[in-house]
């Protein structure tokens, strides 16, 4: 029985994370359905991995539903141990990326591969054991701050869960609350704040230590100390890891390996920072209206420029 229920239970941990960060909350069933289309083709073996794995996005193509396109010709790569960052307005594709990266939905058309190898070709379970998701709003169990830690590698021991805290920077907040690493957290136990849950989140996934990371950052506007930590803290977890990060605040984009400028399904602009400063395109305009943003004290984002 209790083989049966780690991995139920696991499965019902994951699906409330990517309901939250990744899909709609009333699209929740029809991901369920979907899920169940998208099987292990019969000759599937698990996923090879021998250190970073690189990603590759080849001409991907992608509609939810076939009248109506989403994702056109979409080609990148996320080099071994790299990042790549995803910026563009609400709705262009981001998380659309993310999710086909998880393998939710099969593509029209192209193809996806991990260390060279098509993810429609390997196990859902070694694809998912691969890929670790610091989403936007991250769920906590009714249960302690350890056990919501220790989640993301089940077993683990107390130093283990105390280290990567600390990592995620959450430690000397749990070790202020009377009861530490055994107080309750969630909706009848102490309430954390979207920054701390998504620390909470990132010590998950340390502890996880898949070699693939989607980041989701979140959308809520922040002030600038806290989107110093935020930015600390994701050149944490994202240290020698494969990394899409998806992007709602152009600062935590700066040092990426690579920006992709999304617009309508399509990549707009590409490159590095400064390169897409010098193009002097949408992704400069986004910069300069975040810039301003700042100037007048307003927070700035992504989602905010109107492009
Ligand atoms: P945001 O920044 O607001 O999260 P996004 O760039 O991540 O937006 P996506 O969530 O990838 O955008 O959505 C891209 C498009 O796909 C949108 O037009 C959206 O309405 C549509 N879409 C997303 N999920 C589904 C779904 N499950 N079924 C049908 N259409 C969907």
Redesign the pocket.
């Known amino acids: 029985m209790i083989q049966l229920y780690i991995p139920l239970n696991f499965l019902g941990v994951l699906y409330r994370e990517i309901k939250q960060s990744l ?2 909350l009333d ?1 929740m069933f ?2 369920m359905d979907k899920e169940r289309e998208v099987a292990d083709a019969p000759d599937a073996a698990p996923l090879q991995l021998a250190g970073e794995p690189a990603v590759r996005f080849e001409q991907v193509r992608f509609a ?2 076939p009248a ?1 396109p ?1 994702l056109q010709d979409v080609s990148f790569e996320i080099p071994a141990g790299k990042t790549v960052a995803v910026v ?10 993310a ?1 086909l990266l998880f393998r939710f939905y099969d593509l029209q058309g192209g193809r996806i591969t991990i260390a060279g190898q098509d993810i429609r070709h390997v196990t859902q379970d070694s694809l998912r054991c691969a890929i670790g998701i610091v989403p936007q709003d991250t769920v906590l169990f009714n249960d302690t701050v350890e056990y919501n830690i220790a989640y993301g590698r089940p077993g683990a021991r107390h130093d283990e869960v105390v280290a990567v805290a600390q990592a995620a920077r959450i430690h000397d907040f749990i070790a202020a609350t009377p009861q530490g690493y055994a107080t309750r957290v969630g909706e009848r136990g102490l309430k954390l704040s979207g920054g701390e849950k998504q620390r909470v989140a990132i010590a998950r996934t340390l502890l996880k230590n898949p070699p693939v990371l989607i980041f989701d950052e979140a ?1 809520s506007a922040l002030d600038s100390a806290n989107e110093r930590a935020i930015q600390a803290e994701l050149a944490q977890v994202a240290r020698n890891k494969t990394t899409l990060l ?1 992007a ?1 605040r152009l600062s935590t984009v700066v040092d990426a390996h690579e920006i992709l400028v ?1 617009e309508a ?1 399509r990549i707009l602009e590409r490159g590095r920072h400064s390169e897409l400063l010098a193009l002097n395109g949408r992704y400069a305009q986004m910069w300069a209206l975040q810039q301003s943003g700042e100037a007048d004290g307003s927070e700035g984002g992504t ?1 905010a420029a109107p492009l």
């Open positions: 899909v709609d699209r029809t991901l939810y539903d109506r989403i563009g307005p609400s709705g262009s594709g981001k998380s659309t990326l999710r959308t998806i709602h999304m399904g989602e």
